[in-house]
C-alpha cells in the first residue's frame, strides 16, 4: 500500500514563506499524480494544489499566485512553496495520490487516496 509522509509545517508570521513536502514512503512520486489539501480549523478538508504525472499544475483560487507546486528532489518529492502566507491559510496540510487524471482540476477529495498524516501551518503574528 503506497504511503505518503508531509514535512515543512510549523509557525510562520504573516507575509513569509513555507515550502512543504509530500514523499513516498520508499518510493519516487514521479510517476504519480498528486494533490495538495488543507484542513483549517472547524472546516472541511479543501483542495489547494494538483500536479500531474506529466506536471501540469492546478490551483484553488484562493491559493493562485501564492503557490507554487512543483517537483522536486529527483522526482522524489512534490513540494507546496506557499508566499505571502495569511492567517486563513493556517491548516492542516496533506497531500494524496490519484489515478483520476481526468478529474484532477477539481482537486477534489474524491479521487485522491493514498492520504499522508498532515502537517500542520500556523500564519500568527
Known amino acids: 500500500q503506497l504511503q505518503l509522509v508531509e514535512s515543512g509545517g510549523g509557525l510562520v508570521q504573516p507575509g513569509e514563506s513555507r515550502r512543504l513536502s509530500c514523499a513516498g514512503s520508499g518510493f519516487s512520486l514521479n510517476p504519480y499524480s498528486i494533490g495538495w489539501f488543507r484542513r483549517a480549523p472547524g472546516k472541511e478538508r479543501e483542495g489547494v494544489s494538483a500536479?500531474?504525472?506529466?506536471?501540469?499544475?492546478y490551483y484553488a483560487d484562493s491559493v493562485k499566485g501564492r503557490f507554487t507546486i512543483s517537483r522536486a528532489n529527483a522526482g522524489m518529492t512534490v513540494d507546496l512553496l506557499m508566499n505571502n502566507l495569511k492567517p486563513e491559510d493556517t491548516a492542516v496540510y496533506f497531500c494524496?495520490?490519484?489515478?483520476?487524471?481526468?478529474?484532477?482540476?477539481?482537486?477534489?477529495?474524491?479521487?485522491?487516496?493514498?492520504w499522508g498524516q498532515g502537517t500542520q501551518v500556523t500564519v500568527a503574528s
Open positions: 500536479i500531474k504525472a506529466r506536471n501540469d499544475t
Open positions: 494524496a495520490i490519484t489515478y483520476y487524471d481526468n478529474y484532477i482540476e477539481r482537486i477534489s477529495e474524491t479521487f485522491f487516496h493514498s
